[in-house]
């Protein structure tokens, strides 16, 4: 997944490649690939600066954060980034980051990985709170009954531990 800046001698160079789940390295991620990663665009070098332009396709599979089923994320996500060698940022001194700096990037030895870029753009495609469906029930408190399929008798009654001492005190009356 890497893009080997040195092949690139001005002008621009379309991209078109397609990676297979498995080739994406994810260990502890807030979800998985679920299908191909089509990543299309053109590279433009300029000197030592290049601009990285394109579009990056797959489906995500996240856990709904109320049942805990799965459910797949279409991504459909655009990128513009420009790219510096590691040279220029050096990080001796501490300066404020302006807004033209947030879609900087840099490379070391004439090499981009791409696989951080798509990886990237899958996080920036998550949403929020994942759910399954903007109705979602979630699990009973109590049994743990997905309650999208089934339904419970639980009575889901919750008293604060830190008020239970209350419970002895009557008032007169």
């Given amino acids: ?74 991504v459909d996500a655009g990128f513009d980034v420009l790219l510096l060698p590691s040279t220029e940022n050096s990080g001796a001194a501490e300066k404020e980051i302006a807004e033209d700096d947030l879609g900087v990037s840099y490379y070391r030895d004439d090499v981009v990985d791409l696989g951080e870029l798509m990886r990237e753009q899958f996080y920036l495609a998550l949403p929020m709170k994942p759910l399954c469906r903007a109705d979602c029930q979630g699990l009973c408190p109590v049994c743990g009954t997905n309650r999208n399929r089934e339904t419970c008798s639980c009575q889901p009654v919750w008293v604060d531990p830190r008020l239970e001492a209350l419970k002895s005190f009557k008032t007169k009356g």
């Fill in 1 to 74: 997944m890497l893009l080997d800046l040195s092949r690139l001698r001005g002008g621009v160079e379309s991209l078109a490649r397609r990676y297979d789940a498995a080739a994406f390295a994810l260990g502890d991620e807030a979800f998985r690939l679920a299908a191909p990663v089509e990543l299309t665009g053109e590279a433009q070098k300029d000197a030592k600066k290049v601009r990285l332009k394109g579009r990056v396709t797959t489906t995500l599979e996240c856990e709904c954060s109320r049942c805990l089923e799965p459910f797949p994320v279409p």
